[in-house]
């Protein structure tokens, strides 16, 4: 990766507007992990539940979308990513940056707080918090390269994603069991249930295929994300 590529780009999704929507989505898990906290006391189910709906069902998608659109969208949108184009940095490069710093900051902000709220409702019981927190962590990763990839290739890659996240994750992928192999939700769940014994939790997808599946899609988005890189023109026309 570029150092100086990442710098740039963390400064600019930093100082964005977008940054306090990313900062929003985990602040409203904890504090709403906290208010049930005030009202049931410490509830293994009520944890499990707000985790795969909330955290790992639209949370994490949503911080996905943010953050893999943001480093790379807005720059193709008003032009600016041609002068990025005319450095000599490879076009892979720059691909593997730009993903390194959505990933890092979904990572960071998606498992921190699933790990808060989840300890906040469950505690260390039937290790919830540290499942749910390795699902965030390598369901955001995978999102973030997904995302990454819609940014290059469409100028409505906010509108797709949103359709995307809500449609094929949060209702095809959540309730047609045959879809269920191909959402990342169902893959980050997966990774929980590995970790955790809760009874009120379990999956459908094995982690036999959630794990390759998710390192196949994360390497193949951020390929695919390079070699459309390559196909810009320097004036701008695909």
Excluded at 39 to 61: C, H, R, W, Y
Excluded at 119 to 128: I, T
């Amino acid at each position: 990766m570029n150092t100086v590529v990442a710098d740039i780009t963390y400064r600019a999704m930093l100082g964005r507007k977008r940054i306090w929507l990313l900062i929003l989505l985990p602040v409203a898990l904890v504090a709403l992990a906290a208010l049930l906290r005030l009202i049931n006391g410490q509830d293994e189910q009520t944890a499990v539940l707000l985790m795969k709906s909330f955290a790992i069902g639209t949370m994490l998608p949503l911080l996905g979308l943010i953050a893999g659109t943001g480093v790379i969208a807005p720059e193709i949108e008003d032009g600016t990513i041609i002068h990025l184009l005319a450095k000599p940095i490879s076009r892979p490069v720059i691909a593997v940056t730009k993903f390194v710093v959505a990933a890092s900051l979904v990572a960071v902000l998606g498992a921190v707080s699933t790990y808060a709220a989840a300890y906040l409702l469950a505690g260390s019981e039937s290790g919830v918090a540290t499942g749910f927190t390795l699902g965030a962590l390598f369901g955001g990763i995978a999102y973030a390269a997904v995302f990454l990839l819609l940014g290059v290739l469409t100028r409505h890659a906010v509108a797709i994603g949103v359709i995307y996240a809500l449609v094929w994750e949060g209702v095809v992928g959540g309730y047609v069991p045959g879809a269920r192999k191909f959402s990342i939700q169902q893959w980050a769940q997966s990774l929980a249930d590995q970790v955790s014994s809760s009874p009120f939790f379990s999956t459908e997808v094995t982690l036999g295929f959630a794990v390759p599946a998710m390192v196949i899609v994360t390497i193949g988005a951020v390929v695919w994300t390079g070699q459309r890189l390559r196909s810009l023109s320097l004036t701008g026309d695909d």
